[in-house]
């Protein structure tokens, strides 16, 4: 059985998806951006700063099933520039310390034009 997962504490979805699904023990998020979750907003320019903000809705989706980044077996991400990756890299590596399996690919062009989007599998309990 696959559950929906939504809560306040991450930006709404902006298409026909989910923020995240759980199915037979595992938490799927969808592709997270930049969206300041109060005000549905893109609000950040740099990759430091749309890192971070991805960084804390996954947390903020994490959290609303009682896990943590330790709990989060592969991420993909995708960079609007490759020439960020080492600034991206400082942010990401600051939130995933147990060093989950991960893609990272540059991509032509992203949701709202942002720099950045990740998306994760948790592995719950």
Do not use: H, W
Not at 54 to 71: G, M, P
């Amino acid at each position: 059985m696959v559950k929906k997962v939504f809560t306040e504490n991450a930006p709404n979805a902006i298409g026909p998806y989910s923020q995240a699904v759980v199915c037979d023990g595992y938490l799927f998020t969808s592709g997270q951006i930049a969206i300041n979750p109060s005000s549905g907003l893109v609000e950040t320019e740099t990759i430091i700063e749309q890192t971070t903000v991805v960084c804390e809705n996954l947390k903020a989706i994490l959290n609303s099933q009682n896990l943590d980044f330790n709990s989060v077996i592969k991420t993909t991400c995708f960079l609007k520039d490759m020439n960020d990756f080492a600034k991206f890299n400082d942010v990401y590596g600051k939130y995933f310390t147990s060093k989950p399996a991960r893609s990272c690919v540059e991509v032509a062009r992203l949701p709202k034009d942002v720099l950045v989007e990740i998306e994760i599998i948790a592995k719950l309990g």
